[in-house]
Each structure stands twice: as structure tokens, then as C-alpha cells.
């Protein structure tokens, strides 16, 4: 079976720091763009970034550049997100996905995790 398994959310103070982490079983990542999208409450799921099979960040939302990168670990099977200088707004819901070409849009993407909640808050 193949899934995508998100962790490493909670909560963490303005300014702080979060790296999460998406963990696939029964296929191997690195043949895979990875999509990491959130979706704040009452809002709609958007894209924030993807990581390229050539291990190029794209990013989708300009508020996230120079904070946010995702990068691989494939002895792991694992990639990673890490999100420096957090703020409030930052707060969402955020779900890895794996596709076979980068992009915002989530039909791109074929297998989604359930997901991992961060909170930006003082």
C-alpha cells in the first residue's frame, strides 16, 4: 500500500522554527516531485512549494522564499520541510504530496498524506 505519512507540526512561537517530515511506504520518493500544500481554517487548500526530482525548490507562495526549503533524505525515504521565522499567518494544516511534475494545483499530485497541524502563536 502506498502512503504518505506527515509529522512534526504542533505548535511554535513567532519567529520560531519547524521542520516536518514526509515519510512515504511502498514506493520510494526519489522518482517523485514532493508538493507540500496547507490549508488554513476556513480557507482553501493551497500550494506552498515542491521539491523536484533534480532537487530544485519551486516555490508558489512568495511569503515563504528565503524561509521555507524542502530537501531530501533518501536512505530515509523521507523529505522534509523546514520552516524558519514562523509567523501567525503560517498557521494551517499542511499535507505532503507526491506527483511526477511540480505545481500548485493538487490534481497534479497522486498520493497525499493525512496531514500535520502548525500553529504560529504567542
Known amino acids: 500500500q502506498l502512503q504518505l505519512a506527515e509529522s512534526g507540526g504542533g505548535l511554535v512561537q513567532p519567529g520560531g522554527s519547524l521542520r516536518l517530515s514526509c515519510a512515504a511506504s511502498?514506493?520510494?520518493?526519489?522518482?517523485?516531485?514532493i508538493g507540500w500544500f496547507r490549508q488554513a481554517p476556513g480557507k482553501e487548500r493551497e500550494g506552498v512549494l515542491c521539491?523536484?526530482?533534480?532537487?530544485?525548490?519551486?516555490y508558489y507562495k512568495d511569503s515563504v522564499k528565503g524561509r521555507f526549503t524542502i530537501f531530501r533524505d533518501n536512505a530515509k525515504n523521507t523529505v522534509y520541510l523546514q520552516m524558519n521565522s514562523l509567523q501567525p499567518e503560517a498557521t494551517a494544516v499542511y499535507y505532503c504530496?507526491?506527483?511526477?511534475?511540480?505545481?500548485?494545483?493538487?490534481?497534479?499530485?497522486?498520493?497525499w498524506g493525512q496531514g500535520t497541524q502548525v500553529t504560529v502563536s504567542s
Open positions: 504530496a507526491a506527483g511526477f511534475y511540480c505545481s500548485d494545483s493538487s490534481r497534479a499530485y497522486s498520493y
Open positions: 511502498g514506493f520510494t520518493l526519489d522518482s517523485y516531485v
Open positions: 521539491i523536484t526530482q533534480s532537487n530544485t525548490n519551486r
